[in-house]
């Protein structure tokens, strides 16, 4: 009960903490490359990218490591309530893309279409409507039935779709602001980068896991309630 207040109370300072600073981060670092641009929604924009990556990437370890036969608790029902949260948050970071396309379209104001207008060149738009089917249509589509939700084959590949989706979206803020019309496709320096990043989180994920002799989290208050989720 003790390690359950603790990690609690550091959980919700850090969630406080983190959707304050996740917002501030994508003003400076990304929304800064259009040095005449501003968006208020840009900030939750971000947040809603990062989350939904997020589930997808614990969707697709709690997959494998149920394969492996580490996760032998986890339920169908578990991998179902995973696939609703995907399906749901996808649909409210597309809420966000068009929230702030709408609002960047009506105001027509030069310095804010420039975001759009750079995007809609001949280097990027054909990544930019990709950008829009990767990751609204194909996860609408791919997990609006139930049974979807249920098939661990399909929600590999909707955990898939989504990580290279937003892989994109990331690609797509920031390539145009910094390469511009030199832009020449992908090339070996963003595949490699973005496969030697996956590669450090997967070494260090299993190490750090390795060093634990039970996943199961004893004395646990919910524990019981957990592991007889039913939907």
Known sequence: MVNYKKSFNIGVTFLVIFGFTVPLFAFDTIMSLDAHWFSTMFGWYNFAAMWVSGLAVITLLLIT??????????TVDHLHNLGQLMFGFSIFWTYLWFAQFLLIYYANIPEETVYFYKRW??????WF???????????????MSRDSKRAIGVLKVACIVLI???????????????VGP????????????????VG???????????????LIPKNHPFIGE?????I
């Not at 060149?121 to 054909?126: I, R």
């Not at 290279?164 to 910094?178: E, N, Q, R, V």
């Not at 190490?207 to 002799?213: P, Q, R, V, Y």
């Open 200 to 214: 450090l989180f997967c070494f260090l994920f299993f190490t750090t896991l390795s060093k634990f002799k039970s």
């Open 121 to 126: 060149e001949p280097e990027f738009q054909p």
């Open 129 to 143: 409507w990709l950008n829009i089917v990767i990751n609204f249509l194909a996860p609408f589509l791919i997990l």
């Open 164 to 178: 290279c989706g937003h892989w994109l979206d990331y690609y797509m803020m920031i390539m145009p602001a910094t």
């Open 226 to 230: 957990s592991l007889h989720h039913h």
């Open 65 to 74: 490591l149920r394969k492996q036969g580490y996760f032998s608790w986890i």
């Open 182 to 197: 030199h832009h020449r496709g992908f090339g070996v320096e963003e595949i490699g980068i973005f496969l030697g990043f």
